[in-house]
């Protein structure tokens, strides 16, 4: 089904559009129906990417060609093939958006808390931030077809966590470490065996792209600007604790992340290269962009593990950065205008937020 008017959507050739689920009452939402953020198109949208990448062929310097050969993690040469293949691949290996829908002793909230834990336990173990997502999207992918009863929850992170390591990371953790994660909680035979049924509930296939690989592709329009690379990390990391994510493409949420980054940053609009290289306009990105900002509204509320984690110098102190321009009573409205306050220190003080402890120890769920 084709439309010529702007407001229509319609959905990808995939089959993916805005739905919704049951209410919900996590304190990682607003209380309200668990919205399924996903991308739409109109004739307009299709319209303004060709334009993009009109504009940015046309504007191609011959150096930035000849820096494009030689970066051996875009391969610039089969960029677009592999890119359009993950923006397949990612959403072939979506979970059901609705699988809480058939489980019966857990819930949403449960699954909040699970995450808060696997980003401690992600966090302890230095592991890439690209196995953080792995094993959350095999979290959901294997509730999606398992029902899974509250005492075993816990095992299904640490599984996850396991086999996402092992298939990412170079120095991945033994099975010995997994353990010590859930303070001997499971013994060694059940994370194995455990592993193995997860693989088989997945039919071994694991390659799901992450939001990471999309993020680098959109840094450079930016020239892979690591201090808006850093804070979009942040806000990537604050979806996984969020139900309304749970179904939305990793490239969808790497672009809205990007682009809300660089609104915090006062870093300027939403180019014709920000729109080639994440395959997203900005009217596309408005109600992510929404999302995200909501959830930022209550930060120790929403996404605690994350928050401690990105208020660290490691990090560039991204989540207090966030939570002072927010204090400053800052609005959607003021942050599309470009109105971040520059003068107002966004330093939180300790009457606004209390003192920044260092992450808790990890306590088994």
Not at 11 to 38: C, K, W
Request: aromatic share 12%; charged share 20%.
């Amino acid at each position: 089904m084709r439309v010529d008017d702007e407001e229509e959507q319609v959905p990808y050739e995939q089959g993916y559009i805005p739905v919704h689920s049951y209410r919900s009452h996590s304190d990682n939402t607003t209380s309200g129906p668990t919205t399924l953020l996903a991308p739409y198109v109109t004739a307009g949208v299709e319209k303004e990417l060709k334009m993009a990448k009109a504009y940015v062929t046309a504007h191609q310097i011959k150096e930035e060609s000849k820096e494009e050969e030689w970066d051996v993690r875009m391969v610039a040469e089969y960029g677009d093939e592999i890119f359009a293949y993950m923006r397949d691949l990612e959403v072939r290996m979506l979970p059901n958006a609705h699988y809480m829908d058939d489980q019966i002793e857990i819930q949403w909230p449960m699954r909040s808390v699970l995450m808060d834990w696997l980003v401690q336990v992600h966090h302890m173990l230095c592991l890439l931030p690209e196995t953080l997502f792995l094993a959350v999207n095999y979290i959901d992918r294997f509730l999606s077809v398992k029902a899974v009863p509250l005492g075993k929850l816990q095992l299904v992170g640490a599984t996850a966590l396991f086999v996402a390591a092992k298939y990412e990371d170079i120095d991945c953790p033994s099975v010995q470490d997994i353990v010590y994660t859930v303070n001997s909680g499971y013994s060694v035979h059940e994370i194995l065996q455990a592993a193995r049924f997860m693989l088989s509930m997945l039919h071994f296939e694991l390659g799901w792209p992450s939001p990471m690989s999309f993020l680098y592709r959109i840094g450079k329009a930016d020239y892979y600007d690591l201090e808006t690379r850093t804070l979009a990390k942040y806000f990537l990391e604050v979806t996984l604790l969020d139900e309304r994510f749970v179904s939305s493409p990793s490239s969808f949420l790497a672009a809205g992340a990007y682009s809300i980054s660089r609104l915090f940053l006062g870093k300027g609009n939403w180019t014709f290269a920000h729109i080639h290289y994440s395959g997203y306009t900005l009217s596309q990105l408005r109600p992510l962009i929404k999302t995200l900002f909501e959830c930022c509204q209550y930060p120790r509320k929403h996404h605690s593990a994350v928050y401690e984690k990105y208020a660290t110098p490691k990090y560039q102190q991204s989540s207090t950065f966030v939570a002072g321009k927010m204090a400053t009573g800052l609005t959607l409205t003021r942050l599309y205008a470009g109105d971040v306050r520059r003068d107002i220190s966004c330093v939180l003080t300790d009457d606004m937020l209390g003192r920044y402890q260092a992450p808790r120890n990890l306590i088994p769920i």
